[in-house]
C-alpha cells in the first residue's frame, strides 16, 4: 500500500492510501470500487488543479533494523481508461482478479525517486 499526496486550488494538502503498481518510469493508480463517499474524488480534482503529486511507501516495523521508505516525485494525469495498468494491478493484487477497477487511472510519470533504509549504526 502506498499514500498519494495531492494539493487542490486552495493549497492544501490531501493525502490518501492507494494501491498502486509501477511499470517502468511511471506509476499507475486506478479507482476501484470500494464504498467511497463519492465519485467526485478530491485527488482527481487536486490532480486537474495542480499535476505535482509524490507516492510514499513504507515499512515499518517494531524491529526498526528493517523500517524502509520510498517516495516518488512526478507529474500526474487521470485517464478515463488504461486497460494495461488495469491488467498490470490485477496481476500484482488477487483481490482485483476477480473485480477489476473501474474507474479512472491516475498514471504518474516520474520524475524524482528517493529512499532510505536501516543499514546500521549512524544510518
Request: aromatic share 4%; proline share 5%.
Given at each position: 500500500?502506498?499514500?498519494?499526496?495531492?494539493?487542490?486550488?486552495?493549497l492544501r494538502p490531501h493525502v490518501?492510501?492507494?494501491?498502486y503498481v509501477v511499470h517502468?518510469?511511471?506509476l499507475f493508480i486506478a479507482v476501484d470500487q470500494k464504498p467511497k463517499s463519492t465519485t467526485a474524488l478530491r485527488r482527481l480534482r487536486n490532480i486537474a488543479a495542480h499535476e505535482r503529486v509524490a507516492v510514499l511507501v513504507d515499512e515499518y516495523d517494531e524491529d526498526w533494523t528493517h523500517l524502509w521508505?520510498?517516495?516518488v516525485d512526478g507529474v500526474a494525469r487521470v485517464l478515463d481508461e488504461e486497460l494495461a495498468a488495469v491488467e498490470l494491478l490485477v496481476a500484482k493484487y488477487p483481490q482485483y482478479q476477480a473485480d477489476p477497477p473501474r474507474g479512472p487511472v491516475i498514471a504518474i510519470r516520474a520524475d524524482g525517486w528517493s529512499g532510505w533504509s536501516y543499514r546500521g549504526e549512524g544510518d
Open positions: 500500500m502506498g499514500r498519494l499526496a495531492t494539493v487542490g486550488a486552495d490518501v492510501p492507494v494501491t517502468g518510469d511511471e521508505w520510498v517516495r
